[in-house]
């Protein structure tokens, strides 16, 4: 277990791969680095700007990390981005990692930047945090995270 098991990852993810997200389209969410996240860790995604809010919650099911285009091939159906938009958002990079989500679930009121800052998170992140705020589980409506 990593030591940020019993935390919420909080996932900045561009508002039009979130509503593919949300509609079940995409179930791999990319990243160029590999988190430090656990099987079964809860995630709160923060759709950027100009949404600017968390909107949805989901849990990790999996992290692969591959060659950019093994992941490609094995996962395109799921990735929710075109060929075009993958290579250039891996170009210059050997391998790519998929966060496979499960259990996603839309927020009935989403949290706004302003909310989000009131509650001691000045800025979104660029990739991802960490809410470390056993508050932020109650205000998401997320079971606690299993303890490591």
């Known amino acids: 277990m990593n030591s940020n098991s019993s935390q919420i990852m909080l996932l900045s993810i561009r508002p039009r791969y979130v509503?593919?997200?949300?509609?079940?389209d995409k179930t791999v969410e990319l990243r160029r680095?590999?988190?430090l996240v656990d099987v079964?860790?809860?995630i709160a995604i923060y759709s950027t700007l100009p949404a600017g809010a968390i909107v949805a919650t989901a849990r990790v099911a999996r992290v692969e990390q591959r060659a950019k285009q093994e992941l490609w091939e094995a996962r395109r159906r799921t990735?929710?981005?075109?060929?075009d938009e993958f290579n250039s958002y891996f170009a210059g990079r050997s391998h790519a990692v998929g966060v496979h989500l499960d259990l996603v679930a839309p927020l009935e009121a989403p949290v706004s930047l302003s909310q989000m800052r009131v509650l001691g998170v000045?800025?979104?992140p660029q990739q991802w945090m960490f809410l470390r705020s056993s508050d932020?589980?109650?205000r998401l409506n997320l079971a606690e995270p299993a303890a490591a």
């Open 136 to 138: 932020w589980g109650r």
């Open 122 to 124: 000045p800025n979104p």
């Open 19 to 24: 509503e593919r997200i949300l509609a079940g």
């Open 40 to 42: 079964g860790q809860p």
């Open 33 to 35: 680095t590999k988190p």
């Open 79 to 83: 990735l929710g981005v075109s060929k």
